[in-house]
């Protein structure tokens, strides 16, 4: 029995054991760490697979992350803004065709208008769906009191990536200035859990400078966090950000960032085991089937984008960023093709909550 074998026979793997997985090379033993990452999926989650309809609902932001296209300084950007009526016709469609829940992200805004907005449209939502559609957020830091809000008027997941868990690495992707601070989000995401949202977080791969102990580390962090689901993917370039243009002949090759972001999805699902974990659309944007190799390696979330056609195209947050040609309906008949292919269900109709916020609750009662 070779050593990757021995490794995936354990019940707890140690961080070395993961460094040997992440690093390993041959194709046949990356191949058998996907497959025991599927059949850990199968045995934790079945071989179901859950949708969020994601709603795009706006690119202004007050931040200035050195790689994201909707940054601030990116004076190119088109601004565009979702008005409530167009969210709720979004959304209504997204409870009409069966998912059970839809996921709102937007550029970072914490003024009062932008905070009211929200609740409201929350409010909203539920109205429309008789208290139905699970609603999941990724609208960047907020205060606790914005958090609670939300919270209480209905939305109960907030996706919220740390980028890196390796603070000099974060300080590097961001601005040196009080804005853009590495602890100020793990403490977001420490509000976050104590007022009960189920918690994501996240990691881009493949960033310069990373290393796959920090990979590792990113896993660890996770389960330190006590983190309840997980959206990763690779790095992108975009031409028209700080990071795009300084790295722009520099970054890991683009087989090797799939690679890695598959690595990630598999070694998360065998060592956290029961948390929701996303197939991303930057991995899609890499690979074209990048998220049904997400699948197969462990992966029970689709995200579908459901933002209006008109703005699809000034989301841009990297290059080429996939399905911005494609209406809502185009990409859910897309990814039911893709899922039936890997063999996995599609389960409507149901939140599919994480298994792992799931079992703390019940062991709360
Ligand atoms: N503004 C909120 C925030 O930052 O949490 C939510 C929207 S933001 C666009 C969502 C995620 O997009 C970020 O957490 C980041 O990981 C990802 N993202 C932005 N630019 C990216 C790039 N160039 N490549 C890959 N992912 C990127
Ligand atoms: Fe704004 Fe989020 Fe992009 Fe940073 S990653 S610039 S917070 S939209």
Redesign the pocket.
Known sequence: MNNIEEILKKKKLTKEDLLILINTEKAEDIDRIYRKAYEVKLENIGNKVYYRGLIEIGNK?I?N?L????RRENKKIEFFEMTREEILESAKWIYENGFASIAL????RKDEDFVNFIEELLIDIKKISNNKLGVTL????QTYETYKRWYDVGAHRY???I?SSNKDIYNTLHPSDPLHNHDTRIECLMDLRKIGYQVGT?V?IGLPGQTTNDLVDDILFYEKMDIDMIGM??????DD?P??IKYKNEVISVEKRVELGLKMIALTRIYLKDVNIAATT?LQGLDPMGREKGLKAGANILMPTATIEEHKAKYQ??NDKPGISDNARESKEYLDRSVKAVGDQIIYDDWGDSPHFRKKKMEEI
């Open positions: 932001c931040k992350c790689y994201c296209g909707i992200q937007a550029g970072e990724s609208l960047g830091e996706l919220l990536r980028e996240g881009m993917g690779p790095y992108i370039l975009h950000t990071m795009g930057a947050l990297y």
